[in-house]
């Protein structure tokens, strides 16, 4: 694991990729966003500044965090009897990864949610006293009843919600499809939740829904996963809260500037995975908007940004937009400023140029073409449109091809037969494993960066 010592938080670097050329008449404009965080007071990390910083993180301490975990203790999790074993088991396992000090609880969750512990809508402190008494209360973990996946998020938000910390994060396991409560439930716990803890979910087994658990993922800026085999559950919730536990800094925001008439047309995280962050705006003052990113660590994450700028004659240039990754103050003052970049438009005549399409952007609007293709192959598929399915999964086969995406090439091969990747000619599979096709929908969203 790494060193949690850290007095500082990461170094935030922006770059802007993109081609800044419109031919006349141009108007939309493409940009791929990298933002970096690094250091961390392990690589020489910068020290929050002025109100923005937290006046109970000590030097030489990692930032306070919060994690909540969620177990799926419905009725199918006795299908087979080693499938709750090994829940409790994986529990058990993060539990032992926590760092000391931080809060934590284990919540159980069938069609209501239930406190494990340490219970009365507390949390615990992590040190060898709790984490034993943690994996004690575990054992009384049985299965029984139904799934209802955002009763159990809201009792964590409210757990987590009296936690004076930085970082709040959960993890959710389930096995079932959430048919205890209706799909606008579900919906409404999310929209809640959204921007007040980061959740990472997993589903075990093959009877979960795919949509269900990808979609707390991404509303919550988690990750999403299948295990499908109940024995490797201990080794992804140890990574996941390892993840959690290297979180330094949270709620940061990317801060998209434009001037009048420019109009943004989306916003996606693009790497490491696909997540449309669109509809998430929230104003930030006179032609500015945030888009959230959640917790950082040390990583590097790539954005594209698309915004439609007023038409302009030839020779001339104006400023398209400008990004800031920004960090609120909880005690709210002015919000603390990590790093800047900018998209520019410059008009010209000079076709070769404005017609050149940046590799950044290229490669990510083919990935998350890639995702959107996988989607709706599989759709297709389960709806028995077999050549609707051939045709989206042989476009899907060839852009991971051309993409290097050789994870998800290997996914795509065990739901198709390839004839010929670069052309993107395939057969479908007369029989697939459920776990084959689960897998690789869960996953879909996953891209590689631009091949150097």
Same mark, same amino acid.
Request: aromatic residues 4%; hydrophobic residues 40%.
């Given at each position: 694991?790494?060193?949690?010592? /850290?007095?500082?938080?990461?170094?935030?670097?922006? !770059?802007?990729?993109?081609? !800044?050329?419109?031919?006349?008449?141009?108007? !939309?404009?493409?940009?791929?966003?990298?933002?970096?965080?690094?250091?961390?007071?392990?690589?020489?990390?910068?020290?929050?500044?002025?109100?923005?910083?937290?006046?109970?993180?000590?030097?030489?301490?990692?930032?306070?965090?919060?994690?909540?975990?969620?177990?799926?203790?419905?009725?199918?999790?006795?299908?087979?009897?080693?499938?709750?074993?090994?829940?409790?088991?994986? +529990?058990?396992?993060?539990?032992?990864?926590?760092?000391?000090?931080?809060?934590?609880?284990?919540?159980?969750?069938?069609?209501?949610?239930?406190?494990?512990?340490?219970?009365?809508?507390?949390?615990?402190?992590?040190?060898?006293?709790?984490?034993?008494?943690?994996?004690?209360?575990?054992?009384?973990?049985?299965?029984?009843?139904?799934?209802?996946?955002?009763?159990?998020?809201?009792?964590?938000?409210?757990?987590?919600?009296?936690?004076?910390?930085?970082?709040?994060?959960?993890?959710?396991?389930?096995?079932?499809?959430?048919?205890?409560?209706?799909?606008?439930?579900?919906?409404?716990?999310?929209? #809640?939740?959204?921007?007040?803890?980061?959740?990472?979910?997993?589903?075990?087994?093959?009877?979960?829904?795919? /949509?269900?658990?990808?979609?707390?993922?991404?509303?919550?800026?988690?990750?999403?996963?299948?295990?499908?085999?109940?024995?490797?559950?201990?080794?992804?919730? +140890?990574?996941?809260?390892?993840?959690?536990?290297?979180?330094?800094?949270?709620?940061?925001?990317?801060?998209?500037?434009?001037?009048?008439?420019?109009?943004?047309?989306?916003?996606?995280?693009?790497?490491?995975?696909?997540?449309?962050?669109?509809?998430?705006?929230?104003?930030?003052?006179?032609?500015?908007?945030?888009?959230?990113?959640?917790?950082?660590?040390?990583?590097?994450?790539?954005?594209?940004?698309?915004?439609?700028?007023?038409?302009?004659?030839?020779? =001339?240039?104006?400023?398209?937009?400008?990004?800031?990754?920004?960090?609120?103050?909880?005690?709210?003052?002015?919000? =603390?400023?990590?790093?800047?970049?900018?998209?520019?438009?410059?008009?010209?005549?000079?076709?070769?140029?404005?017609?050149?399409?940046?590799?950044?952007?290229?490669?990510? +609007?083919?990935?998350?073409?890639?995702?959107?293709?996988?989607?709706?192959?599989?759709?297709?598929?389960?709806?028995?449109?077999?050549?609707?399915?051939?045709?989206?999964?042989?476009?899907?086969?060839?852009?991971?091809?051309? #993409?290097?995406? !050789?994870?998800?090439? /290997?996914?795509?091969?065990?739901?198709?037969?390839?004839?010929?990747?670069?052309?993107? +000619?395939?057969?479908?599979?007369?029989?697939?494993?459920?776990?084959?096709?689960?897998?690789?929908?869960?996953?879909?969203?996953?891209?590689?960066?631009?091949?150097?």
């Amino acid at each position: 694991m790494a060193n949690f010592s /850290k007095s500082n938080v990461p170094r935030f670097s922006v !770059e802007v990729y993109q081609n !800044e050329y419109l031919p006349e008449g141009g108007r !939309e404009v493409n940009a791929i966003v990298t933002v970096t965080s690094t250091g961390g007071g392990t690589t020489g990390g910068v020290p929050l500044s002025g109100a923005a910083a937290t006046p109970s993180r000590v030097p030489g301490q990692a930032p306070g965090a919060a994690v909540v975990i969620m177990v799926d203790c419905s009725g199918s999790m006795d299908y087979p009897p080693t499938k709750m074993r090994h829940a409790r088991d994986a +529990t058990a396992a993060a539990i032992d990864t926590l760092r000391d000090g931080t809060s934590f609880a284990v919540v159980g969750g069938t069609h209501d949610a239930k406190e494990v512990y340490p219970g009365n809508g507390r949390l615990a402190v992590a040190d060898a006293r709790t984490k034993a008494r943690a994996k004690e209360a575990l054992r009384a973990l049985s299965a029984g009843g139904g799934t209802a996946i955002g009763t159990w998020l809201r009792l964590a938000d409210r757990l987590l919600g009296a936690a004076d910390v930085e970082i709040r994060h959960g993890i959710l396991l389930t096995d079932g499809r959430n048919e205890h409560e209706a799909p606008e439930d579900l919906r409404a716990a999310l929209e #809640s939740c959204a921007g007040r803890f980061t959740c990472d979910a997993r589903g075990v087994g093959t009877d979960w829904e795919v /949509k269900e658990v990808t979609a707390v993922a991404a509303a919550l800026l988690g990750t999403a996963d299948i295990v499908a085999d109940p024995a490797g559950l201990a080794a992804d919730f +140890t990574q996941m809260m390892e993840n959690a536990m290297g979180k330094e800094v949270a709620d940061v925001a990317l801060r998209l500037w434009t001037p009048v008439g420019v109009e943004i047309k989306f916003v996606k995280q693009v790497a490491p995975t696909v997540v449309d962050l669109t509809g998430r705006r929230t104003g930030a003052g006179p032609r500015a908007g945030d888009y959230p990113t959640g917790s950082w660590g040390d990583e590097s994450r790539d954005y594209h940004v698309c915004v439609q700028v007023p038409e302009a004659g030839i020779g =001339q240039e104006m400023l398209a937009s400008r990004v800031s990754l920004i960090l609120p103050d909880p005690s709210g003052g002015a919000p =603390q400023t990590l790093s800047q970049g900018l998209v520019r438009a410059v008009w010209t005549e000079d076709m070769v140029a404005s017609t050149s399409i940046n590799p950044q952007v290229a490669h990510y +609007t083919g990935q998350a073409e890639l995702a959107q293709v996988i989607q709706q192959g599989l759709d297709a598929r389960k709806s028995g449109d077999f050549d609707g399915a051939t045709a989206k999964l042989g476009r899907a086969v060839q852009l991971a091809s051309a #993409s290097g995406n !050789e994870e998800t090439a /290997k996914l795509l091969s065990k739901v198709v037969d390839v004839v010929d990747a670069a052309t993107g +000619t395939v057969r479908l599979k007369a029989k697939v494993a459920e776990a084959d096709s689960m897998t690789l929908e869960t996953r879909s969203t996953k891209t590689v960066r631009v091949k150097k």
